[in-house]
């Protein structure tokens, strides 16, 4: 089978990727991005003929080897795949379209056109924000083709359109499409995925023509712009000042225990981390910090090892707002043969005695049951050191995978 498109084509990264997890060999021929319209390919040339329109085209390879699983495990599943593709298609490659063609010079730019295509992005981004906040997938327990085609939709749109402020809105989303892009067979067709920087502005061609009709009265409106700038200016750094000095946590008493001085004793203890908890117990401060038990509450969900093990990787990075007054040793704990899934758990230290901050800085803590610890019980502080320090018996079970937080 022969895959005809151009460069880059995000459409054509849906085939890529799904031929490359199911094991079938379809070979590349590129043609003129410069001389094609983008909605004419790509085409798949079979034996039987061609077969047009990317979502067909994928369908068509992932449906060759149904061995791969990528229309889900049940006749059930393979609906609902069908429903996210079918719902991706018009609610994400649409207004993706839309929001980054103009960028190629493939169309025209549209203010009104732009505006909605990203109000409808933001809309479709919630709907899998919630879906994804408690999943790994968007069906059932391992990847589909729903996960691989939406993904590709939402590539140039992350890409190009939306920045840090839209994606920061949306981590479970984010937590999600990385993953995705980052296993090897999507990885080895979209590349490293680089992220928006900046959300991108008009053409300034349609700036200049304005500019050049009314020209007295864009000089006169720039001067009063500029003084009102300022004024914002002046008005946001004020409120982020304010802002950063209300951080409840900077607010409490000042305490004795210094993070940073427990992460450098802990990451130098590698021979035996065990040792670090004499400095920890010596220097606690049980009136400034807390600890907490967190555990997961859909363990059953958990029988692949690998994405458990992302699982709590992501959790960790998204979990980076809170680094300056938190540590934590998140364990996947080996429990599959007992119990036919991993559990997934872990014990944080956090500064005050609200685990509020944590539930603030990451949505995805809501997902978890999270306890006080009693630190004077002999048996909770062997179970704290156990977390952090151990391998073996954690909970009666070993360590499957762990995290640290530090």
Same mark, same amino acid.
């Given at each position: ?105 493939? +169309?025209?730019?549209?203010? *009104?056109?732009? &505006?909605?295509? /990203?109000?409808?992005? #933001?809309? !479709?981004?919630?709907?899998?924000? $919630? ?82 009709? +009314?020209?007295?009265?864009? *000089?006169?409106? &720039?001067?009063? /712009?500029?003084?009102? #700038?300022? !004024?914002?200016?002046?008005?946001? $750094? ?99 043969? !007992? ?68």
């Amino acid at each position: 089978m022969e895959l005809s498109t151009y460069p880059g084509d995000f459409r054509a990264f849906k085939a890529l990727i799904t031929a490359r997890i199911a094991g079938v060999e379809v070979a590349v021929k590129e043609v003129d991005a410069k001389g094609t319209t983008p909605n004419s390919v790509p085409v798949l040339s079979t034996a039987n003929g061609d077969i047009t329109q990317s979502n067909a085209i994928a369908r068509y390879i992932a449906r060759s080897r149904p061995e791969a699983g990528l229309f889900g495990q049940s006749f059930f599943q393979s609906a609902q795949v069908d429903s996210w593709i079918d719902w991706g298609t018009n609610n994400v490659e649409l207004p993706a379209i839309v929001s980054t063609y103009w960028q190629f010079g493939w +169309q025209s730019f549209n203010f *009104q056109a732009n &505006k909605q295509a /990203l109000a409808d992005l #933001e809309a !479709a981004f919630k709907h899998l924000e $919630a879906h994804l906040l408690s999943r790994t997938f968007l069906v059932g327990q391992r990847l589909t083709l729903a996960d691989i085609i939406v993904a590709a939709q939402l590539f140039y749109p992350l890409k190009l359109s939306l920045d840090a402020a839209f994606r920061q809105q949306f981590p479970a989303t984010l937590r999600w499409f990385s993953f995705v892009t980052a296993i090897p067979a999507a990885a080895a067709v979209v590349g490293a995925v680089v992220y928006c920087k900046q959300a991108p502005s008009p053409p300034k061609g349609k700036a200049k023509a304005k500019k050049q009709k +009314q020209p007295k009265q864009k *000089q006169q409106k &720039k001067k009063e /712009l500029s003084e009102g #700038e300022k !004024a914002e200016q002046a008005e946001a $750094a004020r409120k982020k000042k304010l802002a950063k000095k209300k951080n409840p946590l900077d607010l409490l008493p000042k305490s004795k225990f210094v993070l940073d001085d427990w992460k450098r004793t802990y990451s130098n203890s590698t021979t035996d981390y065990f040792k670090s908890m004499d400095w920890f117990w010596k220097n606690f401060d049980e009136e400034g910090w807390s600890i907490w038990l967190q555990e997961f509450n859909h363990d059953e969900e958990n029988t692949t090892g690998f994405v458990v093990s992302n699982k709590i990787e992501g959790y960790n990075q998204r979990s980076i707002g809170i680094q300056k007054y938190a540590f934590g040793v998140m364990q996947v704990l080996d429990s599959k043969a !007992a119990k036919g899934y991993y559990t997934v758990a872990g014990i944080w230290l956090i500064r005050g005695k609200d685990i509020e901050p944590m539930l603030d800085v990451n949505p995805e803590s809501s997902v978890y049951t999270w306890s006080r610890l009693d630190h004077n019980d002999e048996a909770t502080r062997k179970r704290i050191a156990n977390y952090w320090c151990g391998e073996k018996d954690i909970d009666g079970f070993d360590c499957y995978d762990a995290s640290i937080f530090k």
